[in-house]
């Protein structure tokens, strides 16, 4: 699919913002809304973010929502390894995605409750 990397720059909470990049070098930014450990392998749920040309995201102004906040935004699996020692993100097999997914549906259920 596309590179992941946790890149240098964090957002307007000092988040740490993963760049991904397509087969066609367009650059989309998400954050890290958790981590889902199953077994002994993490896996990140990723929440675009939008970016203007600038870089800049306005989603932290108070009534803003470009990143989708007011409306049901489509999250991003992958699993996190470790390669000389710094995390990549990496495309989910289609059995961790369905484990992860299931995770994350129970969780989200435990907390409507």
């Not at 957002?11 to 087969?23: A, Q």
């Not at 040309?53 to 470790?82: K, Y």
């Amino acid at each position: 699919m596309a590179d992941m990397e946790k890149d240098d720059v964090v957002d307007m909470d000092g988040e740490p913002v993963i760049v991904m990049t397509d087969e066609d070098g367009n650059e989309y930014y998400y954050h890290e809304e958790m981590i889902i450990p199953i077994g002994e392998k993490k896996y990140a749920i990723l929440v675009p973010i939008e970016v203007d040309e600038d870089g800049n995201c306005g989603c932290h102004d108070e009534g803003c929502d470009c990143c989708g906040e007011a409306e049901e935004t489509d999250v991003f699996i992958a699993r996190i390894d470790l390669e000389d020692g710094e995390e990549v993100y990496v495309d989910p097999t289609d059995e961790e995605f369905e484990q992860v997914r299931q995770a994350y549906e129970e969780m989200m259920f435990e907390d409507e409750e």
